[in-house]
């Protein structure tokens, strides 16, 4: 199964509303990745959170991480119709050996103008 | 900063042909990994290359899939014979270092009839 799971698998919300999405893993990790994807495009990313940081902003972004509960959340601020995507987190486990992200399955996020 | 270029974006092949998709990662991307995103499994990883070499493949589903890097800049994923259980979007990410965030491509969506 994924490592990291979102929840909700989907939001629907007001333009102007903020917008808050939960990824929960299983493993220590190094740190903790947030990507958007677009319909019909690649995955972008967002924000990254290592193991020993519990909060980042960046613009409207702000992600938390709780290693102890193995959670991070991902809020975004005065949501905009352009905001509409899917969001994944992907998390950098600490027993694999190289470099293997493993993305959650994401949570669809609409925005209604 | 052309990013990540995969082609073709779209292919539309009978079974048992064979499939090429082709990926040319961002120039100093020393990391090169292949996805693939379906809505029954999410985003799995099947192979990663560092400096050309495959460091992982297995998360490659089968013998008919293979992977080749001969150079930096260039990197195929074949499928052969094809199946219509390998209809998926199929993803090529690149990454400069270990762990840094992923540069993903637009996709190929691949249709297997």
């Known amino acids: 199964s994924q490592q990291g799971e979102e929840d909700p698998q989907a939001l629907s919300i007001q333009e102007g509303e903020n917008a808050t999405m939960n990824c929960s893993y299983k493993t220590s990790i190094n740190n903790l990745q947030w990507y958007r994807q677009n319909s019909g495009r690649g995955l972008v990313h967002l924000i990254l959170?290592?193991?020993?940081?519990r909060e980042k902003h960046s613009g409207r972004l702000r992600v938390t991480l709780d290693t102890s509960k193995k959670s991070s959340s991902l809020l975004i601020t005065a949501s905009r119709a352009a905001d509409t995507a899917s969001y994944f987190c992907a998390t950098d486990a600490k027993e694999t050996s190289g470099s293997r992200l493993t993305f959650g399955e994401g949570t669809q996020l609409t925005v209604n103008p | 900063d052309a990013g990540v270029i995969q082609s073709p974006r779209h292919e539309v092949t009978e079974m048992g042909q064979e499939v090429t998709l082709r990926c040319k990662p961002i120039s100093g991307h020393d990391y090169l990994f292949w996805y693939r995103q379906t809505m029954m499994r999410g985003l799995e990883l099947l192979i990663y290359f560092n400096n050309n070499v495959p460091i992982d493949d297995s998360g490659m589903p089968e013998d008919r899939f293979s992977a080749k890097m001969p150079n930096a800049s260039f990197s195929t994923l074949k499928i052969q014979p094809s199946e219509p259980r390998d209809s998926a979007v199929y993803f090529c990410?690149?990454?400069?270092?270990?762990?840094?965030?992923?540069?993903f491509g637009n996709g190929t969506r691949l249709t297997v009839t």
């Open positions: 990410a690149t990454g400069p270092s270990y762990n840094s965030p992923l540069h």
């Open positions: 959170i290592r193991s020993n940081e």
